[in-house]
């Protein structure tokens, strides 16, 4: 496969009728969504009224009926509900066999890819791309922060992460959505409240399927580095500065 052939195709005729944040919030009210392929509660999943890209089938789960929800504010049991159901949607697409891949992932803040502040994630299937292809298993080992145990998930920081700076890779068993999910909690709820003194305000969570565990990569967000735009050189921080962010996380859950 040529790396043309792993383009995804954008359209960007569909993407400017797409609202902004400025705009009347559409996850708010119900009757404007798009069409609704199952319910659960509070969560809703739904296709994507504006499928942006071409060869791939948009959908997206409304998390929460709160505009300003996030995984980060979510009560434990609620967090860890949004997991089960998502990861089961995820699965449930990938099972129907119509597409090469099928990506879980969630954009948070101004500079994570996302267009709407209210609490949403999206399930994409790719016609003819194995979005998983060129990804290494050294991307999802680190230095860890937190062992896993019958009581919590991994918590690493990636020694070799695939952009760059610092990227948090959290693991669990398959059976242990709820240690998945609770970790990342914790994790998202650090970057935004802790890391750089609060000066983050973005991130993404992107899942991934790996034997017997899933891993969820939870990036903080800022201008992306030059060198990995220009050059696809990612840029690492020195070990000694992992070493103080996890000096950083652990201090801030004695909170």
């Known amino acids: 496969m040529t790396k043309k052939d792993r383009n995804l195709i954008f359209n960007p005729y569909i993407a400017k009728e ?4 400025q705009d009347a919030c559409p996850f708010c009210v119900k009757d404007n969504l798009g069409k609704i392929l199952d319910e659960r509660g509070s969560f809703l999943w739904l296709e994507n009224k504006y499928p942006t890209l071409e060869n791939a089938y948009q959908t997206l789960i ?3 009926p709160e505009h300003l929800g996030d995984v980060s504010n979510y009560q434990d049991d609620y967090v860890v509900s949004l997991f089960d159901y998502s990861i089961a949607k995820w699965q449930e697409l990938k099972e129907q066999g119509d597409y090469k891949s099928v990506c879980l992932f969630k954009n948070f803040g101004p500079l994570s890819g996302g267009s709407l502040r209210h609490p949403h994630m999206q399930i994409v299937g790719l016609d003819a ?6 990804l290494e ?6 230095l860890v922060v937190v062992p896993q145990s019958q009581d919590s998930a991994e918590f690493n920081i990636s020694l070799n992460p695939i952009m760059g700076y610092s990227e948090f890779n959290v693991r669990a068993p398959k059976e242990r959505i ?12 650090f970057l935004l409240r802790d890391y750089f003194q ?13 034997e017997d565990q899933y891993i969820c990569k939870v990036i903080p967000r800022f201008i992306a580095s030059p060198y990995f ?11 000694e500065r992992l070493e103080e962010v996890k000096s950083e996380f652990l201090a801030s859950q004695k909170r």
């Open 18 to 21: 797409k609202p902004s944040n």
């Open 62 to 64: 409304i998390e929460s």
């Open 129 to 134: 791309i194995d979005a998983q292809a060129k």
């Open 137 to 142: 298993d050294l991307y999802f080992e680190g």
């Open 178 to 189: 709820d240690l998945l999910a609770l970790m990342t909690k914790r994790v998202t709820l």
């Open 198 to 210: 609060g000066r983050c305000q973005s991130y993404n969570l992107f899942f991934y399927e790996q």
């Open 229 to 239: 735009l220009g050059y696809l050189i990612p840029q690492c921080h020195q070990l």
